[in-house]
């Protein structure tokens, strides 16, 4: 397979039945391919309960999991690194490609390129950021958060091991510097920087605004079904789910389980299939 890549010279995806193998052959191709950019993708749930609802009793089970946090980074770097425009990138990857993920498109709308000397309000740029998922922490400084103080913005990116250092001189880029989330210690100076989406499921303000009426009418005729049918517990249930995720994502713009919705955000039919991996490669991979 490596020999077949160094003669095609193609973005690669190899598919592995199981996460062990495919922790193996990443190692492998990482010492076939030291210069590229070879990534791993497999599911980051250690552990994933549905949600679950019985209407006989009434018992409504929330869906319970726990996300692995070095796989999640190691997720996000693959999507970053396929939508870099960069040509020499290997995926390994287990079956997980071929789950629902978000919107290519819109992840890429959603990366904030920032140069030094470039101007841009320090307020405007903290916006960008949460538009892009990421979360302001006066507390403890983890992947996918960033903090402020005075006129420096500091960003753990959500896809990498470091974090970035903006300094801003009114509404002018000062200087950037890669530094190290832990110690804070400078690492190198940049001239230019991509931050890239904190989470795979990412959209724009507009179809998140537009999302949200076809969410509330295809709610309205799912209660309907349900009343007409004698479910009048299911229709209240799912009445007060689906009101409160929309509550949560006119205030916050993101709720838990957003990817329920994701057939609307990504403006597709009933029966087309969602994004996926398998999407953010271009054609000829």
């Known amino acids: 397979m490596a020999n077949v890549i160094q003669n095609t010279q193609r973005p690669t995806l190899i598919l592995s039945h199981n996460k062990t193998l495919a922790a193996q052959l990443y190692?492998?191709?990482k010492q076939f391919f030291?210069?590229?950019?070879?990534e791993y993708f497999v599911s980051y749930y250690d552990y994933y309960q549905p949600e679950a609802y019985l209407p006989t009793s009434d018992l409504y089970i929330e869906k319970d999991l726990?996300?692995?946090?070095e796989i999640e980074k190691l997720r996000l770097s693959t999507t970053s690194a396929l939508r870099s425009g960069r040509r020499d990138i290997i995926v390994v990857s287990s079956v997980s490609c071929i789950y629902g993920m978000g919107n290519p498109t819109d992840f890429y709308a959603n990366i904030?390129?920032?140069k030094v000397g470039e101007m841009i309000g320090r307020n405007q740029f903290l916006h960008r950021l949460v538009d892009s998922l990421y979360s302001r922490t006066t507390g403890?400084?983890?992947r996918g958060n960033f903090r402020v103080k005075g006129d420096t913005v500091d960003v753990y990116i959500a896809n990498d091991d470091i974090a970035?250092?903006?300094h801003f001189f009114g509404d002018e880029v000062e200087a950037i510097e890669t530094m190290n989330p832990i110690t804070n210690a400078k690492m190198e100076t940049l001239e230019m920087v991509r931050i890239f989406p904190a989470n795979i499921f990412v959209t724009t303000k507009e179809r998140m605004r537009s999302s949200q009426i076809q969410i509330q009418d295809d709610l309205q005729e799912r209660l309907e079904q349900f009343r007409v049918g004698g479910?009048?517990?299911?229709?209240?249930?799912?009445e007060d789910?689906?009101?409160?995720d929309l509550e949560m994502m006119r205030e916050l713009g993101y709720c838990s389980g957003i990817e329920n919705y994701s057939r609307f955000f990504d403006r597709r039919s009933a029966g087309d299939r969602p994004f996926c991996l398998l999407d953010y490669f271009p054609d000829d991979y």
């Open 27 to 29: 190692g492998e191709f």
């Open 34 to 38: 030291p210069e590229n950019r070879v």
């Open 66 to 69: 726990s996300i692995n946090q």
């Open 112 to 114: 904030i390129e920032v």
């Open 140 to 142: 403890e400084f983890t």
């Open 164 to 166: 970035l250092r903006f």
């Open 231 to 238: 479910q009048p517990l299911e229709a209240k249930r799912l």
């Open 241 to 244: 789910r689906v009101n409160y």
